[in-house]
T-cell receptor, first 112, second 113 residues
Framework: GENVEQHPSTLSVQEGDSAVIKCTYSDSASNYFPWYKQELGKRPQLIIDIRSNVGEKKDQRIAVTLNKTAKHFSLHITETQPEDSAVYFCAARVGGNEKLTFGTGTRLTIIP | NAGVTQTPKFQVLKTGQSMTLQCAQDMNHNSMYWYRQDPGMGLRLIYYSASEGTTDKGEVPNGYNVSRLNKREFSLRLESAAPSQTSVYFC????????????FGAGTRLSVL
């Protein structure tokens, strides 16, 4: 089955700097890659997603890039703010399958 | 429109006790999922249901059973709870026009002593 690896497990950045979280996947048939944000004690919520026919997608301060050849995708957060502190999960969906396989998460801390 | 609702929010069980976690969604979604979340392990799929009347095993199904009662409800049952089942459990659903996006409930924090 699909395997998703996520790095780093923890990340601290100065407020205003950029943060990058990287994920790799194993199944070349994966075609959908969402990112979820989970604040402390809350439920995971989708923040951005990308499909395999697109190389990059942006939404204000966040962007996701996809390299299908290398089978990796990354989350980029620019101009980080204290409210960006959370755990971020990447995931992958194999085409024709209902399931998402999640990475193990990255705890992002923004230092004021 | 409440989205995905889980009950209870918290539960403490003794080893060997049984319980059912309830999940309901009001978004008319076809697919529903149960995950467990443990520190450093991410979200691991226990069972899912692609449509009413069907259920399939996920990554960690042992010790659990599920019932897709109708399109709205998907329950998770622990027949004989073990300390290894101490975790936070999330229900999710997906479907409709934004087919692949999963919407999560608020979670159930379960402790098995």
């Amino acid at each position: 089955g699909e395997n998703v690896e996520q790095h780093p497990s923890t990340l601290s950045v100065q407020e205003g700097d950029s943060a990058v979280i990287k994920c790799t996947y194993s199944d070349s048939a994966s075609n959908y890659f969402p990112w979820y944000k989970q604040e402390l004690g809350k439920r995971p919520q989708l923040i951005i997603d990308i499909r395999s026919n697109v190389g990059e997608k942006k939404d204000q301060r966040i962007a996701v890039t996809l390299n299908k050849t290398a089978k990796h995708f990354s989350l980029h957060i620019t101009e980080t703010q204290p409210e960006d502190s959370a755990v971020y999960f990447c995931a992958a969906r194999v085409g024709g399958n209902e399931k998402l396989t999640f990475g193990t998460g990255t705890r992002l801390t923004i230092i004021p | 429109n409440a989205g995905v609702t889980q009950t209870p929010k918290f539960q403490v069980l003794k080893t060997g006790q049984s319980m059912t976690l309830q999940c309901a969604q009001d978004m008319n979604h076809n697919s529903m999922y149960w995950y467990r979340q443990d520190p450093g392990m991410g979200l691991r799929l226990i069972y899912y249901s692609a449509s009413e009347g069907t259920t399939d095993k996920g990554e960690v199904p042992n010790g659990y059973n599920v019932s897709r009662l109708n399109k709205r409800e998907f329950s998770l049952r622990l027949e004989s709870a073990a300390p290894s089942q101490t975790s936070v459990y999330f229900c999710a659903s997906s479907g409709g026009t934004r087919l692949w996006i999963q919407y999560f409930g608020a979670g159930t924090r379960l402790s098995v002593l």
